[in-house]
């Protein structure tokens, strides 16, 4: 009460105007105004700044300055969850007073009303900004930023694919404006830039810090046919499919799988490109440095298929050491074939190892090597004059070439196939893949090649022919072939023959036919070429010339034996003649 000793009551305060509800000396009107002047002049459908008085659930309690506080829907403020009590935000004034009295104010009118020019801003000046994600979309999310509606594309959400859009509803996060379309007045955001932007940074630090050779420990962030991507800890690197293990990989989830920590060691990287290669391998010791130091050529060894070329064959004898078994080295055979057919891609196989080099690494192998080259005792096999049955491999235009046995390749020259038939090209006489008898002829054993013969498993019919085609001799034939330069004609008694057009002139002037049978003369018979020159025409002029010289024959008789006639008259008189002269000259002798 102490504390009251020095009040002294006013003098002139009006008691009965104050119980009265109105002061001493200022009327109502003075004191309403003086009021007004306390409050800010706030006019309908302008955007003022306003401060959260209260916030629950459904409602935004606003004061800004005005005799009444204003009311906004608490939805007008879900884009931004960490509004607080106190925070000073845009209002739109609607109306001043309601019905009720209410002041009416809208903040997502006043956002909308500066939008455009914030959000054009925003893009300018590359600044981050909140958005509030409302839905999905096709392709993306619609996110709201300052009161628009901003398209986020599903690849801008984050660096890492998106299985699942639905996780991002309901959320505010940081985007940045990355397209506007001045136009259409749309907007294209992209959270997944500040992700970038923050992962760069993070990268080049990284990557300052790094060194050849070093060895890190990383998570596997993801497995693809060709290597495995690993987390640095903000920057990622390569694990190339060769650099996961000493032997071969065809699928990396055989060596990690995802999420799995391993440790790399740092192979090489880029500063400017931000790549990094890593390895995994090059942590344990190269298998070849633990080979067997008593392993040498000629060795046996027995490995698994683990790559096929067309080439040869990779076999892996032990993880991580492989060996080349050459196609040439598969088989004792000359010809040039695919490995495909002798082995595939898991196969365990057997091989001698034929060349060894370990500072380089690097290993041949054979197979062929486990059998006897059958080369080694081919006269003893297969002697001149023997007699076997072979396939016939392929043709070429002098001959065919044809397998005795895996490695073993003969040649039947053209000119061996037939004692009497002309081949122009093998495949006339057979084909490949068919079986054909043979005999050797000869054996080439340096050069690996036997001639051999098909047409000397039979009699040799020219010597047949000698005797029966003589020249003059006729025999009656078939024409089968008919060229420019005459006709073949294939004879009755076996063999073929030649005519010419001229000899092919029938009787009645015409010429003779493909397919006709006729007699023919045989003109000339050569057995060292295989050749009997034929004549169809022969067969009448001769016939008709051997008439008229048969007509001609009675009187160059007559005139024969008249001749000796008349010449024994001679004789006989010349005879007797002298037979006088000679007795005369006796006589006349005697007188004298």
């Known amino acids: 009460m102490s504390d009251f000793k020095n009040v002294q009551p006013l003098e002139d305060f009006n008691w009965e105007a104050f119980e009265n509800g109105s002061s001493a000396n200022v009327s109502k009107e003075e004191l309403e105004k003086a009021y007004d002047e306390t409050l800010n002049?706030?006019?309908?459908?302008?955007?003022?700044?306003?401060?959260?008085?209260?916030?629950?659930?459904?409602?935004?309690?606003?004061?800004?300055?005005?005799?009444?506080?204003?009311?906004?829907?608490?939805?007008?403020?879900?884009?931004?969850?960490?509004?607080?009590?106190?925070?000073?935000?845009?209002?739109?004034?609607?109306?001043?007073?309601?019905?009720?009295?209410?002041?009416?104010?809208?903040?997502?009118?006043?956002?909308?009303?500066?939008?455009?020019?914030?959000?054009?801003?925003?893009?300018?000046?590359?600044?981050?900004?909140?958005?509030?994600?409302?839905?999905?979309?096709?392709?993306?999310?619609?996110?709201?930023?300052?009161?628009?509606?901003?398209?986020?594309?599903?690849?801008?959400?984050?660096?890492?694919?998106?299985?699942?859009?639905?996780?991002?509803?309901?959320k505010t996060m940081e985007f940045k404006v990355v397209k506007i379309n001045q136009e259409y007045r749309n907007v294209v955001v992209s959270h997944k830039a500040l992700i970038e932007a923050e992962l760069e940074a993070q990268k080049k630090e990284i990557i300052s810090k790094l060194e050849k050779g070093q060895i890190l420990e990383g998570t596997v962030k993801n497995i693809t046919s060709y290597g495995v991507f690993v987390d640095l800890g903000g920057v990622d690197g390569l694990i190339h499919?060769?650099?996961?293990?000493?032997?071969?990989?065809?699928?990396?989830?055989?060596?990690?799988?995802?999420?799995?920590?391993?440790?790399?060691?740092?192979?090489?990287?880029?500063?400017?490109?931000?790549?990094?290669?890593?390895?995994?391998?090059?942590?344990?010791?190269?298998?070849?440095?633990?080979?067997?130091?008593?392993?040498?050529?000629?060795?046996?060894?027995?490995?698994?298929?683990?790559?096929?070329?067309?080439?040869?064959?990779?076999?892996?004898?032990a993880p991580g050491v492989e060996g080349l078994i050459h196609v040439s080295e598969m088989s004792w055979s000359q010809h040039l074939r695919s490995a495909q057919e002798f082995m595939h891609v898991g196969d365990e196989v057997e091989a001698v190892i034929l060349t060894l080099d370990r500072e380089e690494r690097k290993m041949s192998l054979g197979i062929k090597q486990l059998k006897e080259d059958p080369w080694e005792t081919i006269e003893v096999k297969y002697p001149v004059g023997s007699k076997h049955t072979a396939k016939v491999r392929n043709f070429t235009n002098f001959g065919i070439f044809v397998e005795l046995e895996e490695g073993v390749d003969g040649l039947i020259h053209i000119s061996d196939l037939s004692w009497t038939k002309k081949v122009k090209h093998p495949s006339e006489f057979t084909q490949v893949g068919a079986e054909i008898d043979v005999i050797v002829l000869e054996i080439d054993k340096e050069n690996r090649r036997l001639s051999l013969g098909h047409k000397q498993l039979e009699d040799n019919p020219w010597d047949t022919y000698e005797t029966l085609y003589t020249p003059g001799s006729v025999h009656t034939g078939k024409i089968t072939e008919v060229i420019d330069r005459g006709a073949v004609i294939a004879l009755n008694e076996g063999g073929e023959g030649f005519a010419t057009p001229k000899h092919l002139i029938k009787e009645d002037g015409s010429q003779a036919q493909l397919g006709e049978e006729l007699e023919f003369k045989v003109i000339e018979f050569v057995k060292d070429t295989k050749r009997i020159i034929l004549s169809h025409s022969r067969t009448f002029e001769d016939v008709k010339e051997d008439a008229k010289k048969a007509a001609r024959k009675p009187r160059a008789a007559k005139k024969e034996e008249a001749a000796p006639a008349i010449n024994n008259v001679a004789a006989s008189t010349t005879l007797g003649d002298i037979a006088g002269l000679a007795e005369l000259k006796a006589k006349l002798e005697k007188g004298e």
Not at 52 to 81: L, Q
Not at 280 to 296: G, I, M, R, Y
Request: some cysteine; charged content about 30%; hydrophobic content about 40%.
């Open 41 to 170: 002049k706030v006019s309908e459908h302008q955007v003022v700044n306003g401060k959260v008085i209260s916030i629950d659930k459904k409602e935004v309690i606003v004061n800004i300055g005005y005799k009444s506080d204003g009311v906004i829907p608490a939805s007008e403020f879900r884009y931004n969850p960490d509004l607080k009590v106190g925070d000073v935000v845009e209002v739109y004034v609607e109306n001043q007073e309601d019905r009720k009295g209410q002041l009416l104010l809208s903040h997502k009118k006043a956002r909308v009303s500066k939008s455009w020019e914030r959000v054009n801003a925003a893009l300018d000046n590359n600044e981050i900004i909140q958005g509030y994600v409302k839905c999905r979309t096709k392709g993306g999310m619609i996110v709201d930023v300052f009161g628009i509606e901003a398209f986020l594309p599903g690849s801008q959400i984050d660096v890492h694919p998106i299985r699942d859009y639905d996780v991002f509803v309901d």
């Open 241 to 317: 499919i060769t650099d996961l293990s000493w032997g071969r990989v065809s699928d990396p989830h055989e060596v990690v799988s995802l999420e799995q920590k391993i440790n790399v060691v740092i192979l090489d990287f880029d500063d400017e490109k931000k790549r990094i290669a890593l390895g995994l391998k090059q942590l344990t010791p190269h298998p070849w440095d633990a080979l067997s130091s008593e392993l040498q050529v000629g060795d046996h060894v027995k490995g698994k298929v683990v790559v096929m070329a067309d080439y040869g064959a990779f076999v892996e004898i």
